[in-house]
C-alpha cells in the first residue's frame, strides 16, 4: 500500500491517475493488473512517488551453499563477492550496514568507487575498505586463492572478472598506494556521543570482512543502535 506524509501529494497522484489512468488488465479473478512501468508512465509527474524494487534475482540459499558468480551494486558489493572466495547470505548483512550507512549519513560511505573515467574500480574500492576495517583476515585470502580458477562462464575466471588478484602469496595488498587515509569512526558527523557508539558497534558487526564473522540478522535486531528506546 502506498502511503503519502503529505495529503497533497495523495490528491496529485489521484488525480492524475483518474486523469491518464495506467493502463491494466483484468484478470479472472476480477483484480486489476497494471503493465510495468520503469517510471509509473504518466504518474512520473507526481512528487516522492515510491520506486519498486526489483526482486527478479532473489534467490533460496541454502545456509551452507556458496556462490560465485557477480552480484550486487558497486558501491554495496561485499569483499567476498570482488575476492572470489564464494558468498552466501552474508553478503546481505553487509548491504545493509552500508545501506544503514549511506541512509543515516545521507551520502556514499566509499568515495573511490569509481575511476577518472566513471568506471568501476575494484582496486580502489578495497582499499578503502582496508582502510576503514583493517586488513582482511588471511583464512579469507586463502579461500580466494582456492577458488582462483573457478569459472563463473567459460570465459570468465572469478580472479580475472574485477581485474585481480589483488593481493600477494603473503596476504599483502597489490596497491597500498590507493589506501586513503580514512578511519570509520571520522566518517559518521551526524551522531555524536552514545548514539554515535552505538551506531559504530552496529556497523562493526555487519561489516566485517569474513561474512562467517558477521552477525545474523537476528542478532543484530536486538543490537541497542535498533531499539526504540
Known amino acids: 500500500m502506498m502511503t503519502f506524509e503529505d495529503p497533497s501529494v495523495l490528491d496529485e497522484f489521484t488525480a492524475l491517475q483518474l ?8 484478470d479472472s479473478a476480477g483484480r486489476y493488473v497494471y503493465l510495468c512501468h520503469n517510471e509509473f508512465g504518466p504518474l512520473r509527474k507526481v512528487r516522492n ?5 526489483d526482486f527478479g534475482s532473489a534467490i533460496k540459499l541454502n545456509p551452507d551453499a556458496k556462490c560465485i558468480w557477480p552480484i550486487q551494486p558497486h558501491h554495496y558489493r561485499a569483499p567476498e563477492v570482488i575476492l572470489g572466495c564464494g558468498w ?6 553487509w548491504n545493509m550496514g552500508i545501506l544503514l550507512w549511506n541512509l543515516l549519513q545521507g551520502s556514499n560511505l566509499y568515495t573511490q568507487v569509481y575511476d577518472a573515467q566513471g568506471y568501476y574500480n575494484a582496486r580502489s574500492h578495497l582499499a ?3 582502510a576503514l576495517f583493517g586488513p582482511p583476515p ?9 577458488m582462483s580458477n573457478q569459472r563463473w562462464s567459460p570465459k570468465i575466471r572469478m580472479t580475472d572478472l574485477f581485474d585481480g588478484p589483488f593481493f600477494d602469496e603473503e596476504g599483502k595488498f597489490l596497491y597500498p598506494d590507493l589506501i586513503p587515509e580514512r578511519k570509520l569512526a571520522d566518517t559518521l558527523s551526524l551522531l555524536e556521543g552514545k548514539d554515535k557508539e552505538d551506531f559504530l558497534d552496529l556497523t562493526r558487526k555487519m561489516l566485517v570482512w ?5 552477525s545474523t540478522a537476528a542478532e543484530l535486531a536486538e543490537h541497542p543502535a535498533l531499539q526504540d528506546d
Not at 583464512?139 to 580466494?144: N, T
Not at 569474513?210 to 558477521?214: C, V
Open 19 to 26: 486523469k491518464i489512468p495506467m493502463d491494466y488488465k483484468i
Open 49 to 53: 512517488i515510491p520506486k519498486i524494487v
Open 88 to 93: 552466501n547470505t552474508g553478503a546481505d548483512v
Open 128 to 130: 578503502e575498505m582496508i
Open 138 to 146: 588471511p583464512e579469507m585470502l586463502a579461500r580466494a586463492r582456492e
Open 210 to 214: 569474513d561474512p562467517t564473522e558477521r
